[in-house]
């Protein structure tokens, strides 16, 4: 248990951050499981920029790595094009 006011509060705040981080990642691997499943290019080509501010959003956050969120944003670039 902690034992400083101070330590008390922080615990307090970590969870709460980590609650609001976790809701955020969440809906983001959501939307590129969306955007994965879609097979109409038209329908993709209209989401992605959702989800590219969403991934640049998180990623400046520091909620994901602005590496990861390169990475996931090239792949799904990647799935775009190859839709008929």
């Known amino acids: 248990m902690a034992n400083h006011k ?13 609650l609001h981080n976790k809701y955020y990642a969440k809906t983001m691997r959501n939307a590129v499981r969306k955007l994965r499943a879609l097979s109409d290019k038209d329908e993709a080509i209209k989401l992605y920029p959702v989800v590219q501010k969403m991934l640049d959003k ?9 590496n990861k969120a390169a990475n ?13």
């Open 58 to 66: 998180l990623a400046k956050a520091n909620i994901i790595h602005s």
């Open 72 to 84: 996931i944003k090239s792949g799904l670039a990647l799935h775009i094009s190859k839709l008929g």
């Open 6 to 18: 101070s330590s008390v509060k922080r615990i307090r705040q970590t969870k709460t951050k980590t």
